[in-house]
């Protein structure tokens, strides 16, 4: 491919460059806040820097932003609180908090989008207008990256963009421990398989499930592939070449519940082909459907399906999410459990940060 086609199938994503963002340190400008991200300012020179840049090779530049309602009717549930009684509230259409930070500008030929919760693909029609302008690669800056960087970055993975790249000092969080936990993954462990997870704890999973079933609605979600692997992610797609033993290939052995699991009669399975469990799926709506305002989370892996399936369900205002700690699971402990650390994302921190309880079992049996 010649670099004149591949800038021409690439756009830049500037995510939450904005002068006042969150009461919850994702801010650009501190002059608009004491709570201010001090490396959101920091990156900003990077930022202005990356833009003239794919200016210059003629790539697509596609602003996102938050704008909210004054009365922050189209805000997540946990953030509510921050536009009641009077109190100046964070990016509220129209106000000076909403404004991109100094220096940058939105240019002739550019592309703005307002997005109301963490990932920029989530009811917006960004991935219509990628996909109109034959876009096929894309190039992320801005913050924060635990939360919106993240989540877009991984909804583009689901929606099949080819080439995916974060720009790391063009990108920040409320820490440096945090950005970097988030973009310099630890070395992969020896598995059994390309997805293989140490650590299951299936009897926790396999007691849950014997709770009174009066309480809630329980719900399987498995994944199940063509065997052709013509539903996988593009980075995944090279398992399922010929010859090989391809993972959760639609019934298959290995696409079967794990001993002792069983769907029971009320029960629901969900076949998913991504991370979260709500993308292309019918989840949602059959949650709602059955008056679900509460979740409880279990299964692997933590740092993908777990968390992404949990970041949708506070997009899609779910009033109560809990994540069963000891029910729940990654290929190593460091990564499941760690707060803030340079080698581990923080998994269950993030969660916390975004209103999701995180009890054991023994503590939620309680």
């Known amino acids: 491919m010649g670099s004149a086609k591949k800038w021409n199938e690439t756009a830049m994503l500037v995510i939450d460059m904005q002068r006042c963002g969150w009461l919850q340190k994702e801010f650009v400008d501190p002059n608009m806040s004491r709570l201010a991200l001090p490396a959101g300012k920091a990156i900003l020179s990077v930022v202005t820097e990356a833009v003239a840049l794919a200016r210059e090779r003629g790539i697509f530049v596609v602003w996102v932003v938050r704008e909210h309602d004054p009365a922050g009717r189209d805000v997540e549930l946990f953030r509510r609180h921050f536009y009641s009684g009077g109190q100046k509230s964070p990016a509220v259409k129209g106000s000076k908090g909403a404004e991109l ?8 030929g550019d592309y703005k989008l307002v997005k109301t919760r963490f990932s920029s693909f989530f009811a917006t029609p960004l991935d219509s207008v990628l996909k109109a302008s ?51 993954p630890p070395e992969p462990r020896k598995t059994k398989g390309p997805e293989a997870v140490t650590g299951l704890p299936l009897i926790r999973y396999k007691n849950m499930a014997r709770r009174p079933r009066k309480m809630f609605m329980t719900s399987n979600v498995v994944r199940e592939h063509d065997p052709a692997g013509r539903d996988v992610q593009f980075f995944r797609r090279h398992y399922y070449t010929r010859g090989q033993k391809s993972p959760a290939v639609k019934g298959s052995k290995g696409a079967e519940l794990a001993y002792g699991l069983v769907t029971q009669e009320g029960d629901y399975k969900l076949v998913k082909t991504r991370f979260s469990s709500f993308f292309a799926t019918l989840l949602n709506s059959v949650l709602k459907a059955s008056g679900i305002k ?14 992404q399936t949990v970041f949708d369900a506070v997009a899609l205002d779910y009033e109560k999410i809990t994540v069963i700690t000891d029910a729940t699971a990654a290929a190593s402990p460091e990564i499941h459990l760690a707060s803030t650390t340079i080698l581990y994302p923080a998994n269950i921190t993030d969660m916390k940060n975004i209103g999701v309880k995180t009890p054991t079992l023994e503590e939620w049996s309680r």
């Not at 190039?139 to 960087?149: K, L, M, R």
């Not at 970055?153 to 000092?169: G, N, P, Q, R």
């Open 294 to 307: 509460n979740l409880v989370v279990v299964g692997i892996q933590t740092p993908n399906c777990i968390r």
């Open 134 to 184: 034959r876009i096929n690669n894309l190039v992320v800056v801005g913050v924060q990256t635990p939360n919106c960087i993240r989540q877009t970055v991984f909804d583009a993975v689901a929606l099949d963009y080819e080439k995916v790249t974060v720009i790391t000092d063009a990108t920040a969080a409320a820490e440096p421990e945090i950005h970097l936990g988030e973009t310099e």
């Open 101 to 108: 930070a100094d220096g940058l500008v939105i240019e002739e």
